[in-house]
């Protein structure tokens, strides 16, 4: 970048549970010409004690006052979004809602691991189809971390009994499903599980706060893909990224977005599950790095 002192802000949106906060764990491995920043909605990350948004006008409005925060802050920068999973939705919104205002659109969309607005894959809860239990399993792996257990083969037993006993217990009460310590007990397994560690207890915690979200958001991206969505198409380039191993935004579904923006789409497919984004994958955020090459004359102009 030289001497020059500019920088591309890179703003991470929430999505599919999670708060962009959990990004933070790959934001040094960024390029030094992107300015990582978030905005976070209420239910997750700095804003967990707040009661979560249940309509998608809600988040739109709040992102919206988070981006002009940003956007506000007396630096001439141009900007980039970051969403992953349901957050597309959320994008989406947020940047019709830019457009409406008259305000500075993006220079660059990247999405990862998503749906396209009016698509199909989020009019069901994700919790009624049992296709998606992979999914949850990616996603609940970093709530359970491996020191808890004795091995690493009883860490993939647990997180898999977790997930069990998620879908069991949505079966039987979809606005209950906060899973306990007896619902262990009371499970016949081989695990050995420190029900009564405080480890244990923290990250049981955290992945209650998980479920809550993505069932939060998937109740609102399916209103939304069930309604009459209007769609807006993207005004600049954007990439697309999955995982190999992601059994629901496979290559075919990411191509999709080439028909959702007035610019240049391009698909990557990058080693790993649906959790790209929530591990640090020196692949993926290779891909952000590489496009902020592309704009090196708008950042020495």
């Known amino acids: ?3 020059s002192k500019k920088k591309i802000k890179f703003i991470c949106l ?3 549970g999670t708060s962009p906060v959990a990004f933070f764990k790959w934001f040094g491995l960024l390029s030094p010409k992107y300015r990582p920043l978030f905005v976070d909605i209420p239910g997750r990350g700095m804003r967990k004690n707040e009661a979560p948004y249940t309509d998608i006008d809600s988040i739109a409005n ?8 940003i956007m506000s802050d007396g630096r001439e920068e141009e ?3 970051f969403c992953y999973c349901m957050g597309s939705v959320f994008m989406h919104e947020l940047v019709k809602k830019i457009a409406e205002n008259h305000q500075k659109m993006p220079l660059h969309v990247f999405i990862a691991s998503a749906d396209v607005p009016d698509g199909e894959m989020y009019k069901r809860i994700f919790l009624e189809m049992p296709e ?19 091995d690493k083969e009883m860490t993939m037993r647990f997180r898999h009994d977790f997930v069990d006993i998620l879908y069991q217990k949505y079966a039987l009460d979809s606005n209950t499903i906060q899973i306990t310590k007896e619902d262990f007990k009371n499970m016949k397994s081989e695990v050995s599980v420190p029900l009564e560690s405080r480890d244990f207890q923290e990250c049981l915690y955290l992945a209650n706060q998980l479920i809550t979200c993505i069932v939060a958001d998937c109740r609102i991206c399916s209103q939304y893909q069930n309604a009459d ?3 807006q198409k993207l005004p600049c380039d954007i990439s697309c990224i999955t995982g190999s191993q992601d059994i629901l935004y496979t290559e075919s579904v990411m191509q999709k977005w080439k028909d959702y923006t007035l610019g240049k789409c391009s698909v990557y497919v990058i080693s790993g599950g649906h959790s790209i984004y929530l591990d640090v994958n020196a692949d993926g955020v290779g891909i952000f790095n590489n496009i902020a090459e592309q704009y090196e004359e708008i950042l020495c102009g």
């Open 1 to 3: 970048m030289g001497n």
């Open 14 to 16: 929430p999505g599919g």
């Open 62 to 69: 709040d992102l919206y006052a988070g981006w002009q925060k």
């Open 79 to 81: 900007y980039v979004l």
């Open 132 to 150: 998606t239990k992979k999914q949850f399993y990616d996603l609940i792996q970093g709530c359970f971390p491996e020191y808890l257990f004795p």
């Open 229 to 231: 969505v209007s769609v």
